[in-house]
């Protein structure tokens, strides 16, 4: 199956599910290579979109050919994702298909007119936090028992040097 749209109507989005909750991403860096050298890159915009740059040029209509997206640079607060995609864009500015990794092709979700395509990013793992309130308890205690010991300590040895 082949999705044909217009490069003005179709666009990447960059969001992250967790639990089923979608949240938007912004700030992901992505390149377009062909080749195997960069030819366009990108960054996701407030709204989740890709934004395409060549040189000092933003958002620029992508040349007709078969590129390779991929992400650079994640979102602060994210993890990189490793996952590839194989676009192929024809003359006349139309997008022929996106695959995946495996080449199946990925189909795209219609909002208002706009063919999106969604790229995940996955959020690292977190380690839990410790401690916690009780914490303060544990080291009040633990520092009155060192005082504690070195009284215990202080007279036994006051009251040898005393009876010798």
Not at 56 to 64: I, P, Y
Request: proline fraction near 2%; charged fraction near 25%; aromatic fraction near 12%.
């Amino acid at each position: 199956m082949q999705h044909k749209a217009t490069i003005s109507k179709w666009c990447i989005w960059n969001w992250i599910n967790i639990h089923n909750n979608k949240t938007i991403i912004s700030g992901a860096k992505f390149a377009l290579k062909q080749n195997g050298k960069v030819k366009y890159t990108g960054e996701s915009d407030e709204n989740g979109y890709i934004i395409w740059s060549k040189g000092s040029e933003n958002n620029v209509t992508l040349a007709s050919g078969e590129y390779i997206l991929e992400e650079t640079e994640a979102a602060e607060g994210y993890a990189k994702g490793d996952t590839t995609w194989t676009l192929k864009v024809t003359d006349g500015g139309n997008l022929e298909y996106i695959k995946d990794a495996d080449g199946k092709v990925i189909s795209p979700s219609v909002v208002e007119e706009v063919n999106l395509y969604k790229f995940t990013n996955d959020v690292p793992y977190e380690l839990p936090e410790t401690g916690g309130i009780g914490i303060y308890w544990y080291t009040v205690g633990g520092m009155l028992l060192m005082v504690m010991a070195a009284i215990v300590v202080y007279r036994k040895r006051y009251n040898e040097y005393m009876n010798k």
